[in-house]
């Protein structure tokens, strides 16, 4: 698909490929306005681990560290862990996995 452009110095109108990016696709990383891959990225053995901005990698980072996480794996539907993989919340992953937080919160932190 291609769009006219007009050039705003010499009023010259040409063709300029253009394509569609959806909004947002379930799990992907990527932004949900705009269709950009996030910054805040890493992967690991078992996924693509991400968040959105350090609040949102230091509030993963919270929930995964937390020792008061529920024990009969009751998570009320809508909250972020109801959201996350099975690989992430695992206790088995779980050292790996806020290794990997803490990167990110890191890397956003240098931002």
Known sequence: MSLDAQCETCAAVKPVAARWVPRFQQGEPR????????????????GTLWAYNRAHALALLEWIASPARSR?????????????????KS???RT????????????????
Do not use: H
Not at 31 to 46: H, K, M, N, S
Not at 96 to 111: D, N, P
């Open 31 to 46: 932004d949900p306005a705009f269709g950009c891959a996030l910054y805040l990225q890493e992967e690991t053995g078992r």
């Open 72 to 88: 009969d794996g009751a998570i009320l539907p809508g909250a972020m862990a109801s959201r996350l993989p099975g690989w992430m």
């Open 91 to 93: 206790a088995a992953n």
């Open 96 to 111: 790996a996995v806020e290794k990997s937080l803490g990167r990110l919160v890191a890397r956003a932190a240098a931002i």
